[in-house]
């Protein structure tokens, strides 16, 4: 039996192509959504979580001490202003359910932040 050619002009780049027949009618055209997209369901209105503070800890690399633990951003920046350099200690933010370190940048911006020692009157 014999097989019918026909030019297929729907190739990508080069041209068209000579392909027998029967590939040709056996393809799904083009431009017909081959499935249909589901439907997308309404997302559900959720409560605005009120978010707590972040609790930071300090720690001096050098002795291991705690300078501060469990405060708050203000006194995290407090317990830095004494501290000689950055890299003398390690900032840790408590972050789902465990002490998460602070990369580089938070701990550089945390540096460039820090207040004064409180004076203990």
Do not use: N
């Amino acid at each position: 039996m014999a097989r019918i050619w026909v030019l297929d002009t729907e190739t990508k780049g080069t041209g068209a192509e000579m392909v027998p027949l029967d590939t040709v009618l056996k393809k799904p055209r083009r431009d017909e959504p081959r499935l249909a997209a589901p439907k997308r369901k309404a997302p559900e209105a959720k409560p605005a979580a009120t978010r707590e503070p972040r609790r930071f800890k300090v720690i001096d690399v050098t002795t291991r001490a705690v300078l501060a633990e469990d405060v708050g951003a203000r006194d995290a920046l407090h317990a830095l202003g004494d501290v000689r350099s950055s890299v003398d200690v390690q900032v840790y933010v408590w972050d789902a359910d465990r002490w998460r370190l602070l990369t580089l940048a938070e701990q550089r911006t945390m540096w460039e932040r820090r207040l004064p020692v409180r004076s203990s009157r």
